[in-house]
């Protein structure tokens, strides 16, 4: 990933445009000037200019910083027919209610907790001197239908590792929607220089547990009685793999 300190911006007012969608994520064009307090003709043009050197996003009326999430990927197996392709704002509510609907079927804490953050937040890409995070889903007639989620930390000791977390509704599962979504996930997080990508599951979830092992996966802890589920103490399976 990219720290502020390493770019070259030529400006120190297109570093504070910069620095400042850096910090919030996703920003109105117009607050973003009027809460730096620039003239709208200059403002403009260091958007144009880091929207040029591909360091941000601009898409109806918000800025971004850009993570280059790739080009949309077309899918068609066992007659259904689906893209892959980087979230965006749009795409909110539909995959906090996949997040959620998957996560209540099959107990998945981690997606849970990242449904909760992004709900509230409503920002899907994020990316600051602390964390960044990304999404990709996949899409049946523009419904989300499956997600994968990367969360990386940038405190320079985890600089390596990402969280990933993945999901496919229960009515879309078999054909392959889930095995793409990963291995797009992971084709980011190696790309952006993660080299260690990791999950954690209750034990009950023994779906995602076979899922990931049967792609490399391996299990590296089990965390005796670390959730309460219903009343009954359940342990975490915790997976890695080095993409």
Do not use: C
């Amino acid at each position: 990933m990219r720290f502020t300190d390493e770019l070259e911006f030529g400006h120190n007012d297109r570093r504070d445009v910069f620095e400042y969608i850096e910090h919030h994520g996703v920003v109105d064009y117009d607050e973003a000037r009027e809460a730096l307090n620039m003239d709208p003709t200059a403002f403009g043009h260091h958007v144009t200019i880091l929207k040029r050197d591909g360091l941000i996003e601009r898409l109806d009326g918000s800025l971004r910083v850009n993570l280059d999430g790739g080009e949309e990927e077309e899918f068609s197996e066992d007659g259904v027919e689906y893209v892959i392709r980087q979230a965006r704002e749009t795409d909110l509510t539909g995959l906090v209610g996949a997040i959620r609907s998957v996560s209540e079927e099959r107990t998945y804490i981690e997606a849970e907790s990242i449904a909760e953050i992004v709900d509230h937040e409503h920002v899907l890409l994020w990316h600051d001197s602390i964390e960044s995070r990304i999404f990709f889903v996949a899409t049946v007639n523009d419904d989300v239908v499956g997600w994968v989620h990367l969360n990386a930390p940038e405190i320079e000791k985890l600089s390596h590792t990402a969280e990933l977390t993945v999901g496919v509704l229960d009515e879309y599962r078999g054909h392959g929607i889930g095995s793409h979504l990963l291995e797009r996930g992971l084709e980011w997080a190696k790309e952006h220089g993660y080299e260690k990508v990791y999950n954690s599951v209750p034990s009950t979830n023994e779906a995602a547990i076979e899922f990931l092992d049967s792609r490399g996966w391996e299990t590296e802890a089990v965390r005796a009685k670390h959730y309460r589920i219903e009343g009954e103490y359940v342990d975490e399976v915790m997976m890695a793999v080095w993409p």
